[in-house]
């Protein structure tokens, strides 16, 4: 998937290393930190057959996961708690880390690279997961005993 990434031509992935994007011009993000993150990638995952979109994920840290979605499309939707949204707007900039696709990227790596130009993770999709795993997860943490 790499060689096919790099043959698209894809200007907002940085040759190496990683950078920082703004949200809104290219997409925005969807991000959900450590284990959570993990299970609505792989969720999302299994649901499109290998290519959810542009997912990009930390290894160390929080080890957050950030979902690619479209530009613009982020802002008026209700989330689960402990999702963090990244776009642009009046009286607010966000950034989003991007690595290369190959190469020294710590302490970011693609979950799943992007497999077109245009291709983002479907936000309706992400959505209803997030609620899933997270309500879930919401859920048990509430009734556990501290």
Not at 85 to 113: D, E, F, K, M, Q
């Amino acid at each position: 998937m790499n060689t096919q990434t790099r043959e698209l031509n894809i200007d907002w992935i940085p040759a190496s290393g990683f950078q920082l994007r703004k949200a809104g011009v290219q997409f925005d993000a969807v991000r959900i930190e450590g284990d959570a993150g993990r299970r609505v990638a792989e969720v999302l995952e299994e649901m499109t057959g290998g290519d959810p979109g542009p997912i990009v994920a930390e290894v160390r840290g929080a080890r957050a996961v950030y979902f690619l979605v479209r530009a613009g499309s982020t802002g008026y939707r209700a989330w689960p708690r402990g999702v963090t949204v990244l776009n642009s707007g009046p009286n607010r900039v966000s950034y989003i880390p991007v690595p290369a696709l190959s190469g020294g990227t710590w302490p970011l790596v693609w979950w799943c690279p992007p497999s077109s130009a245009g291709r983002r993770v479907h936000l309706g999709l992400l959505a209803g997961t997030a609620d899933a795993v997270l309500g879930e997860g919401s859920a048990e943490s509430e009734s556990s005993p501290v």
